[in-house]
């Protein structure tokens, strides 16, 4: 992403609120506060907790948190910072915010951006993006295309997205297969959209967390290198084998 984007193009949030949110969010940390299924922490009130506790941290400009209690959680935890929300919805296919009702859901618990899987894979509902982006902006929120590919990123700005985030590359069938951040990708997108690009995806340190900045990402995102203890502990004990 060179220079500034354009301001969104749509309505129910004032450009210059929009404007600002997304400044707030530039050169910045996001940290994912989620917890798999089974795993103790998954809990709302411990990703309350996680994200009050990284939110003091300079350069931590935002929290993305996942499913309804959690974003409401959060935001009520983390009222300084602009919160991220999703609703993951099964774990194959489409199942980050797939319907444009999950989307509200997360607008109504709280969240300022929305993130929605914006990959051409068809939609659990069968209705297309574009309702989903339509929805968001009704409810006066950001939305966040969660992509694996340049060519999705490209769709989904078209569309309406007010970022486009490198989420799913590596989660498609079709994408770029990486044991790291896919940094070509938030090149290549930040070289053709015109809105901020964000970096998340298997960002697993500070170097590559820099990387990404220098690849032209507006923010990135990362959660498992932060906020997971069992898998961050695994990676020690990998170690030891
Ligand atoms: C693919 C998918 O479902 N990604 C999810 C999206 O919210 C989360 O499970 C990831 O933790 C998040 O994207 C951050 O990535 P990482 O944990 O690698 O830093």
Known sequence: MTG????????SMPADHARTLLDRLRGGLIVSCQAPPGDPLRDPAHMAAMAASVASTAGVVGIRAQGVDDVRAVRAAVSELPVIGLWKDGAKGVYITPTAEHARAIARAGADVVAVDATSRSRPDGRPLRETVEAVHRASRL????????????????????????????????????????????????????????????????????????????????????TAPAAIAGRFTDALR
């Open 143 to 226: 939305l966040m295309a969660d992509v694996s590919t340049v060519d999705e990123g490209d769709a989904a700005a078209a569309l309406g997205a007010d970022l486009v985030s490198t989420t799913l590359s590596g989660y498609t069938a079709y994408s770029r297969q990486r044991d790291g951040p896919d940094l070509d990708l938030v090149a290549e997108l930040a070289g053709r959209v015109e809105v901020p690009v964000v970096a998340e995806g298997r960002v697993g340190t500070p170097a590559q967390s820099r990387a990404a900045l220098d690849a032209g990402a507006w923010s990135v995102v990362v959660g498992t290198a932060i």
């Open 4 to 11: 500034v984007p354009p301001a969104p193009s749509w309505t």
